[in-house]
């Protein structure tokens, strides 16, 4: 999930984000040795996937994804095999969830072929078919997922991951309205091209506070970051990927003591994030269900001392 900084990513300024690992992808391969070679079976209960690979569009992200696996091995063919896919994560809300599928599938065909691959290049691949899904893909969601670290991300630079000095505990609640986030890339893209100056001042704005969240981690400094996420917040709805339902959970939340809250991730429904504390935990978990979330997951990040 993005902690901080999306969409102004998208445009070079800095982010966070943060995995949550108590939510996954499952990509299980079953050898066919007696299959013609290069058969390959998909079974994908979440997006109604029953078939073989060929059957699936041309153009369909799953199909796209193997088939650039394939290529970056220099492959005619994968082994005869069935891919078994299975995920918890909620599909277009904002938790990267194409992201983990590439991660997965990648990992899953490069062990099986027998060249499994170092998480750089897992990374490398899964941006290439995250540009698949997404129009204008920024690259932090394949690169918090297969590094499993919270990371400080910037466009053209190395990962930095995340000092943090003491525990974060974040409660993710979902709206429960599905979001395209290449439509919301695009949406702004559009807006930034009519008023560039407006748009690219509030991704200075934004990349200012993705600086100073760092800062505020490294020193532990929780009521000051809560205070950044809910600024963060407030230049999304400026952007313009904000709605109803998100500004309704972010308003509950804070009311019921939450330290901050924001929208995460492309935003236009999806899951928003409030950062609280083990003693308002329970209460603003409570306040997000009355307000209208159709889920929550708690999500909580130890200290580290990554560099």
């Known amino acids: 999930m993005i902690l901080c900084g999306e969409h102004a990513v998208v445009y070079n300024q800095p982010a966070i984000a943060i995995p949550v690992l108590t939510l996954f992808t499952t990509t299980r391969i079953f050898?066919?040795?007696?299959?013609?070679?290069?058969?390959?079976?998909?079974?994908?209960?979440?997006?109604?996937?029953?078939?073989?690979?060929?059957?699936?569009?041309?153009?369909?992200?799953?199909?796209?994804?193997?088939?650039?696996?394939k290529?970056?091995?220099?492959?005619?063919?994968?082994?005869?095999?069935?891919?078994?896919?299975?995920?918890?994560?909620?599909?277009?809300?904002?938790?990267?969830?194409?992201a983990s599928l590439s991660v997965s599938i990648i990992r899953a065909l490069s062990e099986f072929i027998g060249r499994p691959l170092p998480v750089d290049q897992v990374n490398r691949v899964a941006f290439e078919a995250e540009k698949i899904f997404h129009s204008n893909p920024s690259g932090v969601d394949n690169t918090v997922i297969a590094y499993e670290k919270p990371v400080y991300f910037q466009r053209d630079h190395s990962p930095e991951f995340l000092n943090i000095a003491i525990p974060l505990h974040l409660i993710a609640a979902n709206t429960g309205i599905s979001a395209s986030t290449s439509d919301a890339v695009?949406?702004?893209?559009?807006?930034?091209?009519?008023?560039?100056?407006?748009?690219?001042?509030?991704?200075?704005?934004v990349g200012k506070i993705s600086r100073q969240v760092r800062h505020s981690l490294t020193k532990g400094n929780l009521s000051g970051t809560g205070e950044l996420l809910s600024q963060n917040h407030l230049l999304l709805q400026r952007i313009g990927v904000s709605c109803p339902e998100l500004d309704q959970?972010?308003?509950?939340?804070?009311?019921?003591?939450?330290?901050?809250?924001?929208?995460?991730?492309?935003?236009?429904?999806?899951?928003?994030?409030?950062?609280?504390?083990?003693?308002?935990?329970?209460?603003?978990?409570?306040?997000?269900?009355?307000?209208?979330?159709?889920?929550?997951?708690?999500?909580?990040?130890?200290?580290s001392m990554e560099t």
């Not at 893209?189 to 001042?201: A, D, F, I, T, V």
């Open 71 to 98: 290529k970056y091995f220099s492959l005619d063919a994968f082994p005869a095999c069935e891919i078994s896919i299975t995920s918890t994560l909620p599909v277009a809300a904002g938790m990267g969830s194409s």
């Open 249 to 303: 959970l972010v308003k509950a939340s804070i009311e019921a003591g939450a330290l901050g809250a924001k929208l995460s991730g492309s935003g236009l429904g999806g899951n928003m994030l409030a950062l609280v504390t083990i003693d308002t935990a329970d209460r603003v978990e409570a306040a997000l269900t009355a307000a209208g979330a159709k889920t929550t997951v708690r999500v909580i990040l130890p200290p």
């Open 31 to 69: 050898a066919h040795p007696t299959a013609p070679r290069g058969e390959v079976i998909i079974r994908a209960d979440a997006v109604n996937i029953d078939d073989n690979l060929l059957n699936l569009p041309v153009d369909h992200p799953i199909r796209q994804t193997i088939e650039l696996i």
């Open 186 to 205: 695009t949406g702004v893209r559009e807006r930034w091209q009519k008023n560039p100056g407006l748009y690219e001042e509030l991704f200075l704005q």
